[in-house]
């Protein structure tokens, strides 16, 4: 039987008390409803929908929990970036940021927006016609993983933004955490099930994401605030942060109330002190505050630099420090050979987590900080960064003094000279690929999932492979036999399946991946990027030299010289050759016919010194480029000359490359 109109406008009506109710708990923290009376709405709206099914949308509130686990997560892209945060450790750091900005906007002073930084989780929620649409992590700030079933558990995430005039898209930057509290309830019980409790909240968090089962998600404490704009379409954008956070509230969405507006670094420094007076007594990890232009004007003319905006920064808190004491040191080799000294600990909690290791970076740290073996030691962590001692307590060591630092000769996994180049502080085994240990990690490297996204090729199997002698190359991968995979310790043929599968699938990748995932020192990913987009075409790359590859953006002097003798070594050739016949291919980037700019979209904005538009566009046709009228993802570059306005701003949304007129005069020299 079709639902009454009556019933229709009662389900809908109540579903708009549920999202109001909502809204003046989460984003006002103010609620006018008990929560029996707010249960009574919930279970009227249940009951009728059970009655009528047929009423029951995705955006009703009893809707948060799908039926249904998935496989695995989808991608997702974003529609513009997300950036990350540069750290400043102390007041001069912010001080000297502060006076970028100023220089920058020519200004004398700066209205920021000061925010803690939660130490969470960042999301990405997409709202299309006010509905939540999407939700993705970050993933390497292009595209991240698809986590809409669970992000939809959370009751603070409103499926619909109240109000009026919402925008077509919003695409809203937030921060999932767990509470202290939360996260206390949540190790009692796993305790109390004989479960492995959670190291800490953020890892709490993070894992509660990512379950393949909303249902799990549903019933962790996860809470969230929003703190950033990526896209806003069909609404006018507010002209602030601040008044953007405002916008927020109004919508429903939960934003931290102790966000403020301060003025100059003055206001930063004593909205830092507070901050960090109440930092224990907050219910949740923060790790610093985020300080950011107030007036996005003025943000857009300060753009951003690789992933880091130049109109924000986080000042982080000092971290956690303690004492525990060295038992051994060690010496572990690396991907490019590097050997490093270990200092291994008599385990501590510190920072968040037990630490059982701490890096003494290279002789010269190592005889600096004059560690020894039986010593005991001020060890330090913050956030992500990788444990550090800071300092030996000298007058408790033992008696007789240990033996002073020594660094090794040899390399400690296959013998090999050790070689400390004169000028360099790094001392490196000199065995090449031919060392297994830097064979792992150029292994690990290469699966890792920024690389080529090697799912289920763990550190453990790396470490089988080339001891058991599989591989040899990197190349090698790509030959492995499911028989070979099923032979491995802890390996069933089920999995050893879906690692062929894996493998399989990770061969159809993006010529950027597969440049990072050579790991060709010193290029990391956005340099990677650069090359790609510059090149686009390994063969063209191969063939550069020095000269040449310092034309593109990210590429200096020492990266161009690691580049070209990377690619002179017949043996990366082989392997480059390797891994071509064995399918890994790139859809490609640019078609590079007869001159460097062709399958090339540029789009030109703003006022030029040195030559019109149209001249300029002339000559940049007359090399193959395209040029475009508006700004896309397809755009390469945008080229904004004086008085840039909206398209400059697309481009900085969609993270497409803004050269000016310099570089642009650059580009059409070099091309006679
Ligand atoms: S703004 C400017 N604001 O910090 C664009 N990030 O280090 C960058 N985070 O991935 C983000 N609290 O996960 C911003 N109030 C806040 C934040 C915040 C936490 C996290 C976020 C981001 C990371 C960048």
Not at 8 to 20: G, K, L, N, P
Not at 438 to 448: D, G, L
Not at 615 to 638: C, E, F, H, M
Request: one cysteine or more; proline letters at 4%; glycine letters at 8%.
């Amino acid at each position: 039987m079709d639902a009454p109109a009556t019933v229709r406008r009662r389900v809908e009506e109540i579903r708009h008390q549920i999202d109001h109710h909502n809204y003046r708990y989460y984003a006002l923290d103010d609620p006018r409803i008990s929560d029996a009376e707010y249960d009574r709405l919930l279970r009227e709206l249940q009951d009728l929908e059970a009655e009528y099914p047929e009423l029951i949308t995705a955006d009703s509130p009893t809707q948060r929990v799908g039926t249904k686990p998935l496989t695995e997560f989808g991608e997702a892209r974003h529609l513009a970036p997300m950036l990350s945060l540069r750290n400043a450790f102390s007041d001069d750091e912010l001080v000297d940021f502060d006076r970028r900005v100023r220089k920058r906007l020519g200004v004398e002073q700066v209205d920021y927006v000061a925010e803690p930084k939660l130490d969470g989780v960042a999301v990405n929620l997409l709202y299309e016609d006010g509905k939540l649409d999407r939700a993705a992590t970050r993933g390497d700030g292009v595209t991240g993983e698809d986590v809409t079933a669970n992000v939809r558990t959370i009751a603070a995430v409103p499926l619909r933004l109240v109000g009026a005039r919402f925008p077509a898209r919003l695409e809203v930057r937030a921060e999932v955490y767990i509470s202290h509290a939360g996260f206390r309830r949540l190790n009692e019980a796993a305790r109390a099930k004989d479960q492995k409790p959670f190291v800490n909240p953020r890892n709490a968090a993070a894992g509660s994401l990512r379950q393949l089962d909303p249902g799990i998600t549903a019933a962790r404490p996860l809470e969230i605030y929003c703190y950033g704009c990526g896209t806003m379409e069909g609404v006018a954008l507010p002209d602030s942060q601040s008044a953007v956070l405002e916008q927020f509230r109004n919508w429903g969405l939960r934003v931290y109330p102790g966000i403020r507006k301060v003025q100059g670094v003055a206001g930063c420094r004593d909205y830092f002190k507070e901050l960090e007076s109440q930092r224990n007594d907050l219910a949740f990890d923060i790790d610093g505050v985020v300080f950011k232009v107030d007036r996005l004007d003025q943000q857009q003319i300060l753009g951003h630099v690789a992933r880091d905006p130049r109109w924000a920064i986080a000042r982080k808190f000092p971290a956690e420090e303690k004492t525990t004491t060295v038992t051994k040191i060690d010496f572990q080799v690396g991907r490019t050979g590097a050997i490093t000294p270990v200092a291994r600990l008599e385990p501590v909690f510190v920072g968040g987590v037990t630490v059982t290791n701490a890096t003494l970076h290279n002789e010269d740290e190592a005889r600096r900080k004059d560690v020894r073996e039986g010593d005991t030691v001020v060890v330090r962590r913050a956030g992500d960064v990788i444990p550090e001692i800071v300092r030996v307590e000298i007058a408790k060591r033992p008696k007789p003094a240990p033996e002073e630092f020594k660094m090794r000769t040899d390399c400690p996994e296959c013998g090999s000279k050790v070689e400390r180049l004169e000028g360099e502080a790094v001392a490196r085994c000199t065995g090449g690929l031919y060392c297994a240990a830097q064979r792992k990690e150029a292994i690990k490297h290469f699966a890792s999932r920024r690389a080529m996204d090697i799912k289920g090729l763990g550190d453990k199997l790396v470490d089988q492979l080339v001891d058991k002698g599989l591989i040899e190359d990197l190349a090698d991968l790509y030959k492995l036999t499911q028989k070979q995979l099923a032979g491995l310790e802890r390996m069933e043929e089920k999995s050893a399946g879906n690692l062929k599968d894996a493998l399989k699938k990770s061969k159809n990748t993006t010529f950027a991946r597969f440049l990072y995932a050579l790991g060709i020192r010193e290029v990391g990913e956005a340099s990677a990027r650069s090359l790609a987009g510059y090149f686009g075409d390994l063969d063209l790359l191969k063939k550069a030299d020095e000269e040449k590859l310092r034309k593109v953006g990210d590429v200096g002097p020492v990266v161009a010289k690691h580049i070209v003798t990377f690619f002179q070594q017949p043996h990366n050739r082989e392997v480059i050759a390797k891994f071509v016949t064995a399918g890994v291919y790139w859809p490609k980037v640019a078609k590079a016919k007869s001159t460097q700019l062709s399958g090339t979209t540029i789009v030109l904005t703003g006022t030029l010194e040195s030559m019109t538009r149209q001249q300029a566009k002339q000559r940049l046709q007359a090399l193959g480029a395209t040029v475009a009228g508006s700004v896309s993802r397809k755009t390469n570059y945008v080229v904004a000359g004086k008085e840039a306005g909206s398209k400059r701003t697309k481009a900085e949304q969609l993270g497409v490359d803004i050269l000016d007129e310099k570089q642009l005069l650059k580009l059409l020299e070099k091309e006679k």
